[in-house]
């Protein structure tokens, strides 16, 4: 499994708020929390069967667990703290004036962590000369990059989705219900 979404031509901009949501939540989230637990996993087996002879392994596997940690608690208050309430927001007009404050709180916080998560792909590319393994690689090592390239293509897309049509149209959502 890889967590590249997959290759969607709807233009996102016009459809239903509550389709968009559901489609990160599908395409998405569901197959990148997968994806990070086998990926650690991995990470891990590579640096120890190979961090004596390249040490830049072991950095790498902090950096996929530091990667983990991040978007395992992302996704779950992403999923909780902004999805949920935005189907509130375009199912329930009078729902509660709180939920809309929260709502804005937490997509700035969102969005701060998609730039630390910016940041971790950047350092990944540079530690992997961008997943370029090594001739004398095995076939685990190769796989690991292999899944590191997709995994930084699939948070790309996924990232813009959320930074550049959903949490813009959620907020301009909020704006409308406050006039
Ligand atoms: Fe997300
Ligand atoms: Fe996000």
Redesign the pocket.
Known sequence: MTSTPRADCRNWDDAPLADLVAH?RSA??RPLAAELEQLTALADRVAARYGDALPMLDVLRETVAGLRAILER??YR?DRQVFSVILNLVTAPDSDTGDRQALAATIAEMTADHDRVIDLLARMRALTSGYEPPDWACPTFRTLYDRLSLVEHGLRL?LHL?NDVLFPRALSLIDRRRT
């Open positions: 990160v998405c989230h992302h996704l992403e996924h959320e």
